[in-house]
């Protein structure tokens, strides 16, 4: 199972040049930096076996290499570069490249779907289309898809990092891309068929991840990062590729695809190299704990995990807590966990929580949340604004887990301070700022925001005023200075006056046994009044008629129950929910299939029918 | 998808498909015909979990790795077992 045996030799980061954490102008100056000290990247394969290993100074070589490569193209400063993000030194060598050659990197995403082919490729064609990419390069084994998405593009070359290795570009004085220039272009926003493409500044870049190194995550030489987070989302390029370069430590890094199937290799990468940092969207520690359960004879040292972070998607407290208990005994912390909040706009990170505490656990009424837009204590429901002292929370929880008691209740995680030079304020529709707890839509302001979107200005005058604030099209609230999110604006639910997290409903119906976890997708669909009809969409397997009626039963009663909200169910296909490329949920995009296929997947009575019920047979949301 | 090219390649080609249709079939809720020719996520609506379950799977046995990016033109019983040969044979 582990060909290499032995953990990986760890280099000393700063055995020739001083620890510098990330205080650089640019990132081709701190892979300069980098390139001097004994760190580096190790890429690992499915079994977690090391496949490729690069000092900083072999990738700063090679970048230097491909960088005269790509000039003899013929192409012009700021001229985009597409590459696809594979887990590979040659995607991390080529965006580097970019870099030296002042070329903007337009990272690519890679296939995920069985039987995805053809989507892929379009997905692709509107990315290279949006970025203008003038160059695509991608592995060997994706070329066919490339040429076909790049096919009457004009671009200049479609091939391999390795073939750009053989043009012969010399004598050409390299210009790195300097502080005041941009650094790339991330398109991990926005959907798949309407991508936007985030202009990342150099010195938006860099004070992200010197505030990320500096406090958020307190990086040391003796730090050591594990990700499995592919290169074509921000935790990935920047969170574990960016900032542990420019803090001169290494990085060991495990594939995307084969963190899918083998969760567990990550923990294992971790435990042999005695990694520090490594940070998942809260979907992955809930893998870790499934395969957990059957794994045999598991060896794990994780006690040198002091930053386990959790970002990108709204924090489940309990799959946290389930985290912990079964990883206690191999010496995880949790008071390692550290919840975060960040979104691409703003480079990466917004808010970091404290480090080497347990996570904070806001308990809040559900009810004043839901009618009154505040954060209130449990049992304070009553009149007023006040915020209690915290006396209700006790009581609420005295009964965990028992129905009806924590159903009054929504838990929700605190994502920490915003870090150094930035502030967030919550505003209420009106746009003025609201006091703490009460919950609205969230603005952050700071070195860390993006200038625009790409070549988009209506778009990036939607999200963006000439302040400089950055509306982040998330709801939330902050509580001693900490934000904790609520839920995404847009998909707000407005239902007889009262404002539903659609996140509820979906939680609601999760917690059935029968529903998968990210199974379900709750919107509204308005009638000709604008009267909101709550719909949820639950991802079913069977095709059983009678289970199929009594699930639908089932998911509007528990959802009832729990939220007195009756809903419309309608059950699909599994795997037909569209997800973002960062794997947010997209209930816009679900609710506009819905409504223009008029899917009819609900179990109902049908004319015709003797008034028995019929399921017709469902479409795929993902056309 | 490429073709079978080895001679001993048939019997260990049945073999594969066989361990996959068992695979399958516990998923098989509605009693889809499962041969060569069934889509696996249409007729059969397999999870992307599922999928990865099955990948795990027959990676642990027959000793190879599936790279993702392959399956984007697997759809049928038969694309994946091809594929999964393919590996094998190649070593």
């Known amino acids: ?623 | 998808m490429s073709q079978l090219k080895s001679a001993g390649a048939p019997r260990d080609y049945q073999e594969i498909l066989q361990a996959i249709c068992t695979e399958l079939a516990k998923a098989n809720r509605r009693g889809v015909d499962l041969n060569e020719e069934t889509d696996i996520t249409a007729d059969l609506e397999v999870d992307s979990i599922a999928v990865m379950d099955l990948l795990f799977l027959l990676e642990e046995r027959y000793d190879i790795s599936v790279p993702l990016n392959e399956l984007g033109e697997v759809r049928t019983i038969g694309d994946l077992s091809k594929l999964v040969h393919r590996i094998a044979t190649e070593g």
């Open chain 1, 1 to 623: 199972m582990n060909p290499t045996g032995a953990a990986d030799s760890r280099p000393e980061p700063h055995a020739r040049a001083p620890f510098r954490a990330a205080d650089f102008d640019c990132l081709a100056e701190a892979l300069d930096y980098a390139a001097e000290g004994g760190g580096g990247l190790n890429f690992h394969g499915l079994r977690g076996e090391r496949e490729n290993h690069l000092s900083y100074a072999e990738v700063r070589a090679r970048a230097l290499y491909l960088a005269r490569g790509m000039m003899a193209q013929g192409l012009k400063r700021g001229d985009r570069v597409a590459i696809i993000a594979d887990m590979h030194p040659d995607f991390v060598c080529a965006f580097f490249a970019c870099q030296y050659a002042g070329l903007l990197a337009a990272p690519m995403p890679l296939p995920t779907a069985l039987g995805g082919r053809d989507g892929y490729v379009e997905q692709l064609r509107i990315s290279l289309k949006a970025s203008g990419a003038r160059i695509a390069l991608g592995p060997e084994a994706l070329i066919p898809q490339l040429e076909d998405a790049g096919r009457n593009l004009g671009l200049a070359l479609i091939g391999t990092v390795a073939g750009l290795v053989h043009v012969n570009g010399i004598g050409r004085q390299l210009e790195p891309l300097g502080a005041n220039e941009a650094s790339h272009i991330q398109y991990s926003s926005g959907s798949t068929t309407h991508p936007r493409g985030i202009l990342i500044g150099q010195s938006a870049l860099m004070a992200n991840a010197k505030a990320v190194a500096q406090h958020g995550l307190r990086i040391t030489p003796d730090d050591r990062c594990a990700s499995w987070l592919p290169f074509y989302h921000d935790m990935g390029l920047i969170g574990f590729m960016v900032i542990p370069m420019s803090c001169q430590v290494s990085i060991d890094y495990y594939q995307t695809d084969g963190f899918a199937r083998r969760p567990l290799q990550w923990l294992e990468l971790m435990s042999r190299n005695a990694c520090t940092i490594a940070f998942s969207p809260a979907f992955g520690y809930d893998l870790c704990v499934r395969r957990a359960a059957s794994a045999r004879d598991l060896d794990l040292d994780l006690s040198r995990w002091r930053v386990a972070g959790i970002g990108g998607e709204m924090i489940r407290p309990n799959i946290l807590n389930d985290f912990a208990r079964v990883f206690e005994p191999y010496g995880f912390r949790a008071e390692s966990f550290v919840p975060s909040y960040g979104l691409a706009e703003s480079t990466l990170a917004v808010s970091v929580a404290p480090l080497d505490t347990r996570i904070t656990v806001d308990v809040v009424d559900r009810q004043a949340l839901v009618e009154r837009n505040v954060a209130v204590r449990p049992g304070t429901n009553g009149n007023g604004n006040g915020i209690s002292n915290g006396n209700g929370n006790g009581a609420a929880f005295s009964g965990n887990g028992i129905e009806g008691r924590t159903d009054k209740t929504r838990r929700l995680v605190a994502c920490g301070h915003p870090l150094p030079g930035h502030t967030v304020e919550v505003r209420d529709a009106a746009n003025s700022a609201l006091p703490e707890r009460c919950v609205g839509r969230i603005f952050v302001k700071g070195p860390s925001v993006m200038s625009g979107y790409d070549r988009n200005s209506v778009a990036t005058d939607g999200v963006l005023d000439r302040d400089g604030w950055l509306s982040t099209g998330d709801m939330g609230y902050l509580t001693g200075g900490q934000l904790v999110i609520t839920g995404r604006q847009k998909d707000l639910i407005i239902y007889n006056g009262r404002n539903i997290w659609p996140q509820d409903l979906e939680w609601e119906a999760e917690q059935l046994p029968e529903v998968r976890n990210r199974g379900t997708a709750a919107f509204s669909i308005e009638d000709n009044d604008g009267k909101e009809t709550p719909v949820i969409l639950v991802e079913c397997r069977t095709q059983d008629s009678d289970a199929r009626i009594q699930l639908v039963s089932m998911v509007r009663s528990a959802v009832f129950r729990k939220t007195a909200i009756d809903c419309h169910v309608g059950l699909i296909p599994p795997r037909s929910l569209p997800y973002t490329t960062s794997g947010k949920l997209r209930r816009a995009k679900a609710k506009q299939t819905y409504l223009a296929k008029e899917l009819e997947c609900e179990a109902r009575p049908r004319p015709g029918n003797n008034g028995q019920p019929s399921v017709q047979r469902t479409q795929s949301l993902e056309a």
